[in-house]
Every structure is written in C-alpha cells, then in structure tokens.
C-alpha cells in the first residue's frame, strides 16, 4: 500500500470510530505501531485534526471532512455487485434509492474505472419482491426508524388469523425471506414475523425504547439460549 492511501485509510478508520487505538490502526493496516505514530504525526502536521495521544487513541475533531473519495476499479465493481445483489431484495423505494446513489457514484468514477464497474459479469436474477411485501416492507422500515407502533393483521403458517399490536425494532433477510423483529404487545414478548404473511399494517403512536423490549435485549436472549 503507497504511504498516501495508507494515510487515507487512517483518516477513514479513525473518523469511523468514537476512538482508534494505534494498535487497531497497526493491525488493520498490516504495519508496525512506530509507523502509525509516524503516519499520525504527519497527518497532524498537515492540518488533519486528529486528537489523542499514543497509549490512549485517537479520534477525529468534529466539523472534519474529506474532498470527494475515489475508488479503484476492485472497489467499483464491489459497488456494482452489492447493488445489484440487493436490488431484487429490498422494497421498491429503497431499491431506487441504491441504484440513484451507485449511478452518482459512477459518474465522478475515472473511465477505466467506471467501464470496468458497468461491464462486471455478475448478477443477481432473483424474482424481485412481490408488490404487497414490497409495500409492507416499506412501511416497516420506515415505522422502525420513526419508533412508531404498528397494529398488523397477521396470517400464520398454520392459516391462523390474528391481529397484534407491536414495536418494530427491525426487519432481517434470511435468504427467501424478509422477517419482521418485533415486541409484540399481545404476547408480551418478542416475536418474528414474516413480511410476506402480513396482510394489513396501520400506523399508530410512538414509542420510547424500554429497558427489556429493545432489540439489543432481543439479541441477548438469543445469544444466552
């Protein structure tokens, strides 16, 4: 790696993180910790504020940017798979929203770069998502995020009808399947719903997390089971 990526690559791993130890910057970079000291007492003399001592860390001062990034013809076509990878995958809004963000990507990309990322032979033909499990995941996705409870009209597998009350905490992709994570008001517990068994979803009041009902908790009883 030539000493200015390498000096990139620190900018970005640090600006990443609340605090970067050399010794992390050393390993991820695959250098000795005496060149990281070197390589941050550079940045510092160039104007880059970074904060911190040896020892303790470093982070980034706030207000901090970087010019425009550039990207290599590997990390281009990396762009380009992913995107077409989850394109079939995700809901119909965000779906668009990848492909407007990779094709600005594209545009600012040097020409070997960008016809080597236009011309990768790999993609994803999956069927794309049907039209009511692509609204509803829309709609759950953006429920998580604005910590809004939802009243859902659910149809198990077993051709049971219910209607629940719950907390979206998130929405997980197994493969053929998106599934909702959720507390669920009418169990008084957590539970997983699949998207594509949602039949009715209306939007209802807000919530505050909870010691208990978060998806953290939800994660660590995973983990203790």
């Not at 659910?154 to 959720?182: H, M, N, Q």
Request: charged share 30%; glycine share 4%.
């Amino acid at each position: 790696m030539r000493r200015a990526d390498r000096l990139f690559q620190i900018v970005q791993l640090i600006r990443g993180r609340r605090l970067t130890t050399a010794d992390y910057l050393a390993q991820r970079l695959e250098v000795s910790m005496r060149t990281v000291y070197r390589d941050i007492a550079a940045l510092a003399q160039q104007g880059v504020p970074i904060e911190g001592e040896a020892g303790v860390g470093y982070r980034m001062r706030a207000g901090f940017d970087l010019p425009p990034l550039m990207f290599s013809k590997q990390e281009a076509q990396a762009l380009v798979a992913t995107v077409r990878m989850a394109e079939s995958r995700l809901d119909a809004a965000l779906a668009r929203q990848a492909e407007n963000a990779l094709s600005k990507i594209l545009a600012v990309l040097p020409l070997d770069a960008r016809a080597a990322a236009e011309s990768l032979a790999l993609y994803a033909p999956l069927p794309a998502l049907d039209p009511a499990t692509s609204a509803h995941l829309t709609a759950l996705r953006e429920a998580t995020e604005a910590r809004r409870k939802l009243r859902m009209g659910y149809l198990d597998l077993g051709g049971v009808k219910s209607e629940r009350i719950v907390r979206p905490l998130a929405c997980l992709f197994w493969g053929p399947v998106w599934t909702l994570a959720a507390w669920c008001e009418l169990r008084n517990d957590f539970r997983s719903f699949r998207v594509d068994r949602i039949e009715t979803l209306e939007a209802l009041e807000s919530f505050r997390d909870e010691p208990g009902k978060t998806l953290a908790d939800m994660n660590r009883r995973r983990e203790d089971c």
